[in-house]
Each structure stands twice: as C-alpha cells, then as structure tokens.
C-alpha cells in the first residue's frame, strides 16, 4: 500500500471521470485509457503492476454497475456470456499469473501496442452501422468457438489489467452472432468477471491500492453520467474516431518513454 496524498487523490477521481466520461460517450473503451491515467498521472510510473490490479478491480465494478440497464432493456443474452465468461475465468487467471511475471516496464510497452490495435478496431468500428436490437429469446451457437474465444480474450484481458470490451464485444459477435447492442449488454458480464478474476490475483500479490481503486470508481460514477448525455449530441464515428486517435498518440508517448527511459 502506498501513502495517498491529496493530490493523488484528486488526480484518481478525474483520471475516473475521463475513463466514465468515455466509456458514456462511445460505450466502451475508456477502461484502455486508465492503466496510462493511473501510471502516468495520478503517479504510479514506478509501479506498473500496481496500477494494472488497480484498474482491474475499478474496471470490474464499473462493469457490474453498467450492466443494469442492459438487463432492464433484455439486451443480456446470459447463456452466451455465462460459457464465453466461464471460459475466460480461465484465460484471465492464466494471463494475470503471467502479467505478474513480467517486468513491469515491458509490460508498459506490450500495453502500448495493444492500444495501436485497438485504436484500429475503433477506427473501423466508426464505419458501421448498428445492427437492429437483438433481445429475448436464446440464440444458437457454437460453444467450442464461444469457449475457446472467451478463453483468448480472457488471457489477453488478465495480462494486461483491462476489461477487454473491445475485444470481448467482436468476441461475441464473431464467435455466436450477436448484434452490437446485445454484443456490449452481454459483454459487460465478461467484463465483470475478467476484472474481478485478475483484481483477485493482483490483490493475493499485494498489487492493488483499494484507496485509489474506491476514488476512481466514484470519479468514473460521475463522468459516465456526463459522457452518456454528451454522447446523445455527438456522432458517434466521429466519436470513435477521435477517440482511436487519442489511443495512437497516448501509445506512441508510452513507447517513446520506455524506449528513451
């Protein structure tokens, strides 16, 4: 654990608030953005491992919350998230094990070059349409590519620290045909999971600060409020767009201070 001053704190609350008022405006991604806000910002550059279990456990309460209305509006499909989250139970234990062994500041690195691709998943995310909303009923899928996509994305998700929406929602999409919008409601449950099963093996390492965890929940409680009205006014292809930028510039910074120390 480690002494939280005041100005760490204010810091953590508005390095949550940037990540809500993202994950508001476009519906995912901002959880990408608070391993750079926690290392960087609120002031964990020399402990890199600390900041991922950190965003792990922020990451996964987050996704509990948001989750609700998605089950409210049925746009939930359990089944389908019940055997991809069982299957990345697995995976995440496995890559947060492995996250751990690596030293921290090629971790930073490897993190950089997994925002690059997700900017690009965030580009192309702009140039399509939103499928009709799928909800009710059960779908039919195969659950060897649902297990074995849930299990990948679970790994990649445990060794970085980071809920893996977007990687979970093509995931989903891919592996049992949902539609965007049930594809984010039921990937909010992975979400969950794959954050509370790393936040457990960062915290049995002594690797999470629940203090800054706490403050950066509530700063993410008050940003997604904002983020979601301002989401209503703008497009959201330009949205993402700006967005994947955001993502290469920040990556680029990254690689740039662990190459140049």
């Known amino acids: ?71 409210r509006a049925k746009t939930v499909q359990f089944r389908v998230g019940a055997y991809f989250a069982l299957a990345g139970i697995l995976g995440a234990t496995l890559g947060s094990k492995l996250g751990l062994m690596v030293q921290g500041q090629r971790l930073l690195l490897l993190f950089a070059l997994l925002m690059v691709v997700i900017s690009v998943l965030m580009w192309r995310r702009g140039d399509r349409r939103t499928p009709e909303i799928q909800t009710g009923g059960d779908v039919r899928f195969s659950l060897a590519l649902v297990t074995g996509t849930g299990f990948a994305v679970g790994a990649a998700s445990g060794f970085f620290g980071i809920g893996g929406g ?65 989401g209503r006014r703008i497009g959201s292809t330009r949205l993402n767009r700006v967005f994947a930028v955001a993502l290469v510039v920040i990556a680029i910074y990254m690689i740039l201070r662990q190459v140049l120390g």
């Open 1 to 71: 654990m480690y002494a939280l001053s005041l100005a760490m704190a204010v810091k953590a609350v508005i390095s949550g608030a940037l990540v809500g008022f993202t994950l508001g405006v476009i519906g995912g991604g901002g959880s990408i953005l608070a391993v750079p806000l926690l290392v960087y910002f609120v002031g964990y550059a020399r402990h890199p491992h600390t900041a991922i279990g950190t965003t792990a456990i922020a990451v996964a309460v987050n996704a509990l919350i948001a989750a609700v209305p998605h089950i």
């Open 166 to 230: 977007f990687l979970i929602v093509p995931g989903l999409i891919m592996s049992a045909g949902l539609s965007m919008i049930a594809a984010v409601g039921t990937s909010l449950l992975s979400v969950f999971v794959f954050g509370a099963t790393t936040a457990v093996q960062y915290a049995l390492a002594g690797k999470i600060d629940f203090p800054v965890a706490l403050l950066f929940i509530v700063g993410g409680l008050l940003g997604g409020g904002l983020g979601a009205a301002a």
